[in-house]
């Protein structure tokens, strides 16, 4: 087996989240995990610290998405014809900007967010979505991997499906070292949020909150050695972290609920309580997480919605006139 070498590199992005870290991985094939958002200065940083590492641009073999994000796959399109361009097929309706795609979302969310109360016109969701490809790459994927698949190239790694933070997501995970490609499912430093998106014409809404917990609970129970993230520092200790991570989402899903068992409410009213700093600046996200977390109450039985005109209203389950709380 080749002697295999991680190299991380750190390439900036324009996002709140800092730096990426994308992985040379020298194996049977040169490897890079991820890309860097499209921006100038991500293309120069990537191409510098390839060349530190006796590597250019035009000899990575193939370039695997964690996910379709785009300070992990916008810099796809420096990469030539020749690279392949491995990852989950959900990659590629966001990767390829499929315009059809495009105008599902605009739908969606204009309807879904009506819905939950969020004072919102089709000029905003159009910027929005619009916004939302601004550091984005043009390019298809080349194969597609799907839970346990394996990559030629990188011998002993075995694909994982992690959905959560995106559709997209997967990990690649080495049993024999007990190393973890992880991406950003679990951060050391800051906290990754399952975020919506809309489904394929003519399917139903996926709960992105419910799957991350479960992604997360998969995380503990495989408890790799070295988890290398998108973001921030390597992870040595991922079942305290993951401890931490699900304990704090825990948290907020009780405060909703404590909230829900006083008042009936939209989910838009139930984010501006959770998050009244930044629900404004940060619509998407902040109501990504509060219907997470209303997804993960529903599931559970203890919070109900109906109805009332054109809005979805909340309410705990088992409040005073309901008698006992039915878990
Ligand atoms: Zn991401």
């Given amino acids: 087996m080749a002697a295999r070498e991680i190299i991380p590199m750190r390439v900036p992005t324009p996002f709140a989240v800092g730096d990426v870290i994308v992985y040379l991985v020298k194996d049977e094939a040169l490897t890079l995990i991820d890309c860097g958002p499209n921006t100038k200065e991500a293309a120069e940083s990537l191409s510098r610290q390839l060349a530190e590492n ?59 967010l009506t819905d939950m109360g969020v004072p919102i016109t089709p000029e905003d969701i159009h910027k929005t979505i619009k916004m939302s490809y601004l550091f984005s790459a043009k390019r298809s994927l080349t194969k597609t991997v799907r839970e346990n698949g394996k990559i030629d190239g990188l011998d002993g790694w075995t694909v994982l499906e992690i959905p959560g933070h995106a559709a997209s997501h997967i990990a690649l995970f080495h049993e024999e070292s007990g190393k973890m490609f992880s991406g950003d499912l679990l951060l050391s430093n800051s906290s990754t949020n399952p975020i919506l998106e809309a489904p394929e014409q003519g399917s139903g809404r996926t709960s992105p909150m419910l799957d991350y917990v479960k992604s997360m609970k998969r995380l503990y129970d495989i408890n790799p050695s070295i988890a290398y993230p998108g973001h921030g520092d390597l992870l040595t200790q991922v079942r305290p972290a993951a401890d931490r991570r699900l304990e704090k989402q825990r948290n907020r899903a009780e405060y909703v609920l404590h909230m829900l068992s006083e008042e009936t409410l939209t989910a838009y009213q139930v984010c501006r309580r959770l998050f009244p700093a930044v629900y404004e600046n940060e619509l998407f996200l902040t109501m990504s997480e509060t219907i997470g977390h209303l997804d993960v109450l529903a599931a559970e039985g203890s919070v109900v919605s109906f109805q009332s005109e054109n809005t979805l209203m909340f309410k705990a389950v088992g409040g005073e006139e309901s008698g006992p709380i039915n878990r």
Avoid: C, W
């Avoid at 420096?78 to 361009?85: D, H, K, Y």
């Fill in 54 to 112: 006796g590597a250019a641009i035009s000899d990575i073999e193939q370039v695997v998405l964690t996910h379709h994000h785009a300070d992990h796959s916008g810099l796809l399109h420096l990469f030539s014809e020749q690279t392949e361009i491995i990852g989950h097929p959900l990659n590629e309706r966001y990767i390829t900007q499929d315009k059809l795609y495009m105008a599902q979302q605009e739908h969606f969310f204009l309807r879904l």
